[in-house]
């Protein structure tokens, strides 16, 4: 629960920073929107617990979104967005699965072995 809210505040301050960033050059009204900034999310799995479980997170289309994964045990990680994606999880540190979402909706991450969400992710067009 303490990792999950942390990975959530982390979130909410690459939010305010990118926010930051884009008002200091200047950017939106512009045709030439930059893309929004990437989204990592740190899971880790452990004795049969992932962290984060339930969470909500927000993207954008086309961001670029990085999960880095730790895991004890092999796993299927299932990315429900159109299309889906999914990845092999090892029994290994800092494994890196990075997807984009071209469709917006709530797109839910899932441990298919563990059988739990991870997160949902709202994507915004
Ligand atoms: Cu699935």
Sequence with gaps: MRRAKETFRGTLIAAGVAALVCGLVGCGGSTNKPAAAPLDVNVTIANGQVTPANAT??????????????SDATDELHVHSTPDHKFQVAA?????????????GNVEVELHHLNRTIATIQVQP
Excluded: E, N, R
């Excluded at 993207?59 to 880095?68: E, M, P, Y």
């Excluded at 290994?92 to 917006?104: G, H, R, S, W, Y």
């Design 92 to 104: 290994a540190p800092d494994q890196t699965f990075q997807f984009a979402v071209d469709v917006p």
């Design 57 to 70: 997170l927000q993207a954008k289309v086309h961001q670029q979104i990085t999960l880095h994964v730790t």
